[in-house]
């Protein structure tokens, strides 16, 4: 595969030195201070110009061409990590307690090193920014660093994100849409408290929450229509304080995930609906709040067209896997992709060695081989991208 070419031993030693000091010290959403730090020392070896502080902790690089006036192609990384404690036994292990890079955000950052250190040996005929971007978890970094106006001036955008689902050696594309809606919802139940030996003076937060779990799961498999991917899931369910007390209250948290905009506002109304007949039932107060979520990504046809011959290029035509249904997902890089056209892929990475495991997994890890592939995709599409828009005029 030529990607072992591209990325030469050397290179790809000091990439995997790196994905690991930025593993050993993960951060939270705008708290990427000592991973904005890795990336400076890394940018400023490969003599590249950079900005730090851009929406409090992300980093912005530049590799300019003597053109002022060319293409300017921007690719990027992910920084956050999750609020997960580590039990995978590496031995380059979180040493921040309670923290975990459990969906490859230090490889995104070091792949993206990796694209900086071939585009800097061998200059593009374009511009090039280098997106280190924090807040991707939940945070919304990605609108953060567009109002920071990292997008101006740029072309075309591309990204990318491991993925444990596809094997090692492959780069996975969808064309459209990437991902679902990823809105949020907190339900707080209000009833009335009471002993637990005399339940028919009280009115249950813990059994009226458990029904309504329940029914949510109906709606999914009854109201909607099965050929448009759905989930409504319920992660957290709070109640309760002593083991001989009824709970006067109960708050579940969960996600609604959609690849539709009438379906989302089906799903919506009959949560609405189902608690409410709930409440009614049983005497008790429910209150629904949807919080909107990030937007799918949707990826530009010239971009995947683009993506995918890059991808050819990288992995050779038979690794490159056209993905037929969106990830259920959410990424915020759909936000980049509102303001100019690009596109999102996902790199393979199990192989016999690192069986699949979920992101958000405390035993999340994956084949380090990776980061040549994303290394070496990073800086073919962004060949491409700037030949392309020589070219032709490529708008959203």
């Known amino acids: 595969m030529r ?23 993960p951060e939270p959403a705008f708290q990427e201070h000592k991973t904005a730090e890795t990336i400076k020392e890394a940018l400023a070896k490969l003599s590249i110009w950079h900005k730090s502080g851009v929406a409090k902790t992300g980093v912005v690089a530049r590799l300019d061409n003597a053109d002022p006036g060319g293409p300017t192609v921007a690719i990027r990384a992910d920084m956050d990590a999750l609020p997960i404690e580590e039990r995978t036994g590496l031995p380059f292990s979180s040493r921040n307690t309670g923290y975990m890079h459990a ?18 040996e061998s200059p593009p005929s374009g511009n090039v920014v280098f997106i280190f971007q924090p807040a991707e978890e939940g945070g919304g970094g990605a609108e953060a660093m567009i109002e920071a106006g990292v ?62 779990v329940t029914s949510l799961q109906t709606i999914v498999s009854r109201s909607v229509d099965p050929l448009n991917p759905t989930v409504v899931s319920i992660g957290s369910f709070h109640s309760g304080t002593a083991y001989n007390a009824i709970a006067d209250e109960a708050v579940l948290r969960g996600t609604i995930r959609c690849t539709d905009l009438e379906t989302r506002r ?42 995918t011959e890059a991808a050819e290029a990288v992995v050779g035509e038979d690794g490159v896997i056209e993905v037929e249904l969106p990830s259920m997902g959410g990424e915020d890089f759909s936000y980049y992709l509102r303001k100019v056209p690009g596109c999102f892929v996902r790199f393979g990475a199990h192989n016999s060695g690192h069986e699949f495991v979920p992101t958000h997994s405390s035993n999340f890890d994956f084949d380090e081989d990776v980061l040549r592939v994303g290394a070496a995709f990073f800086a073919e599409v962004v060949r491409a991208a700037i030949n392309t828009l020589r070219q032709v005029d490529v708008t959203v």
């Not at 990607?3 to 050993?24: S, T």
């Not at 491991?162 to 809606?181: C, E, K, N, Q, W």
Request: glycine share 8%; aromatic share 8%.
């Open 266 to 307: 089906i799903v919506i109304e009959k949560i609405k609906k189902t608690a409410s007949s709930l409440a009614s039932l049983h005497d008790a107060e429910i209150y629904v709040n949807i919080h909107e979520g990030y937007p799918p990504v949707m990826n530009h046809p010239e971009g995947f067209r683009i993506a």
């Open 3 to 25: 990607y072992k070419e591209a990325v030469e031993n050397d290179l790809f030693e000091y990439l995997c030195h790196l994905r690991r000091k930025i593993h050993q010290w």
């Open 151 to 212: 997008l101006d001036g740029v072309d075309m955008i591309f990204g990318g994100h491991i993925d444990m689902h596809f094997p090692l050696g492959t780069v996975a594309i969808r064309r459209f849409m990437d991902t679902s809606y990823t809105d949020s919802l907190e339900i707080r139940i209000i009833g009335k408290g009471g002993h637990a030996a005399r339940p028919h003076e009280t009115v249950d937060a813990v059994v009226v929450g458990s029904l309504l």
């Open 103 to 120: 969906c490859g955000h230090d490889g995104h950052m070091a792949m993206l090193i990796g694209a900086a250190a071939l585009l800097k």
